[in-house]
């Protein structure tokens, strides 16, 4: 067994305690694994080992994978800032986006979502924390922006996305994660159609598990650190 391959395999028990921690049904939790800065190599070992959905952050980056990688039945995630220029080929070489945090964003996506292809699933980013050097709207704008996006045809709105400022204290995580699924639960009440809250990563995962998390991101537990280097 590769170190991958125990990587993985570590986060999925680590997974599964959570969920019956929690008690919640084992297999709820999706595991995304962010492969971003990480080498064609490791993918397909990870992939080798059972994993089929990956996160990227850069899109060139990203694009350059799909292409070495099209022999595997991949479901591409894209999870990092958006920028408008690249909302075309984003559109077109992913399965889901999980860091929508602007109406301009989503209809550019919509627009170039080819019809050939299944709707876009999105996901809405929340600064849950306010800081400033994070993306996400404010959740006080959240939920018109949300109605706005699940006119699109295009696409389809599956829930939420937050990245909280990391803290070691458990009842922090805990509290900041609890933000997002009562948001979420709120939204849900006044008649939108979410189920997926994607949030969590290598570092406070299992809290996120226990405040309703169905996909967490992790990239450094499965692949190690990331190369020291900046993408587009």
């Not at 800081?131 to 996006?149: D, P, Y």
């Not at 006119?151 to 995580?173: D, F, H, V, W």
């Not at 996909?215 to 650190?225: D, N, P, W, Y």
């Amino acid at each position: 067994m590769t170190t991958i391959a125990k990587c993985l395999q570590a986060i999925r028990d680590r997974i599964h305690n959570a969920e019956s921690a929690a008690g919640r049904n084992q297999g709820e939790v999706m595991l995304l694994a962010v492969s971003k800065a990480h080498p064609t190599e490791a993918v397909r070992a990870a992939y080798a080992a059972g994993q089929q959905a990956f996160g990227e952050n850069y899109l060139q980056e990203a694009l350059a994978k799909q292409q070495e990688l099209a022999d595997l039945t991949i479901a591409w995630h894209f999870i990092g800032p958006l920028q408008s220029n690249k909302t075309q080929a984003i559109a077109q070489h992913f399965s889901w986006v999980h860091s929508v945090d602007r109406l301009k964003i989503a209809e550019r996506l919509n627009a170039a979502r080819p019809a050939d292809l299944p709707r876009l699933q999105v996901c809405l980013q929340v600064n849950v924390s306010g800081e400033t050097s994070k993306g996400g709207v404010a959740a006080t704008e959240a939920f018109a922006l949300a109605q706005a996006i699940a006119k699109l045809p295009r696409l389809q709105l599956r829930g939420l996305m937050a990245i909280p400022a990391p803290t070691n204290s458990i009842a922090k995580q805990r509290q900041q994660f609890r933000m997002v699924r009562e948001l979420q639960e709120a939204m849900q009440a006044q008649g939108l159609t979410l189920d997926t809250l994607s949030m969590g990563m290598s570092d406070d995962f299992p809290a996120a598990i226990a405040e309703g998390a169905t996909i967490i991101r992790v990239g450094s537990a499965i692949f190690g650190a990331r190369q020291n280097v900046k993408l587009e």
